[in-house]
T-cell receptor, first 110, second 111 residues
Framework: RKEVEQDPGPFNVPEGATVAFNCTYS??????FFWYRQDCRKEPKLLMS???SGNEDGRFTAQLNRASQYISLLIRDSKLSDSATYLC???????????FGTGTRLLVSP | NAGVTQTPKFQVLKTGQSMTLQCAQD?????MYWYRQDPGMGLRLIYY???????DKGEVPNGYNVSRLNKREFSLRLESAAPSQTSVYFC??????????FGPGTRLTVL
């Protein structure tokens, strides 16, 4: 079983739609969680950290469910510019290695 | 601040040739990383360096060597390139909040 698993998609949604991605992780000791965004042929960039109580940044909401070992990303009012691949990232505090999921591709159409 | 820089951006090698990928960061981070990214495989860790003077193997170290030259620079060397090493290579550094900052990548093709 992979340490971090994501649905590769693609998720095809119209502008203005709400879309949600999940990511499951296998190590129950994982402590830090992130969503990164990667545009085509570009480097990954941090979208947002995921906190235990859930957190929001504009149209983006991230949630953590430790009991079921998954994190989620909700995007409201999708824009064309949201089209990208979204990477789930998990690490343990003090550990040097971050584990990346393979990404979920989102395509937002007019 | 330039963040994380990588050179070269593109490279074509023949099987058996060697080359070094350069990476530098100006954010005073202790930890630095080298990843490769292949279609459908996601980012895979090749080597990392927790601090100046230390390096450790990641998930796919075979065929690669690294040097942490100083706090700023972390290079990746392919001694004898193979077609299986055709990939996009990303260098990254990590801050105290576990956020990783990536360079723009090197697209390597081995013929």
């Amino acid at each position: 079983r992979k340490e971090v698993e994501q649905d590769p998609g693609p998720f095809n949604v119209p502008e203005g739609a709400t879309v949600a991605f999940n990511c499951t992780y296998s190590n129950s000791a994982s402590q830090s969680f992130f969503w990164y965004r990667q545009d085509c042929r570009k480097e990954p960039k941090l979208l947002m950290s995921v906190y235990s109580s859930g957190n929001e940044d504009g149209r983006f909401t991230a949630q953590l469910n430790r009991a079921s070992q998954y994190i989620s990303l909700l995007i409201r009012d999708s824009k064309l510019s949201d089209s990208a691949t979204y990477l789930c990232v998990v690490t343990n505090t003090g550990f040097q290695k971050l584990v990346f999921g393979t990404g979920t591709r989102l395509l937002v159409s007019p | 601040n330039a963040g994380v820089t990588q050179t070269p951006k593109f490279q074509v090698l023949k099987t058996g040739q060697s080359m070094t990928l350069q990476c530098a960061q100006d954010m005073n981070h202790n930890s630095m990383y080298w990843y490769r990214q292949d279609p459908g495989m996601g980012l895979r860790l090749i080597y990392y360096s927790a601090s100046e003077g230390t390096t450790d193997k990641g998930e796919v170290p075979n065929g690669y060597n690294v040097s942490r030259l100083n706090k700023r620079e972390f290079s990746l060397r392919l001694e004898s390139a193979a077609p299986s090493q055709t990939s996009v290579y990303f260098c990254a550094s990590r801050d105290s909040a576990d956020t990783q900052y990536f360079g723009p990548g090197t697209r390597l093709t081995v013929l």
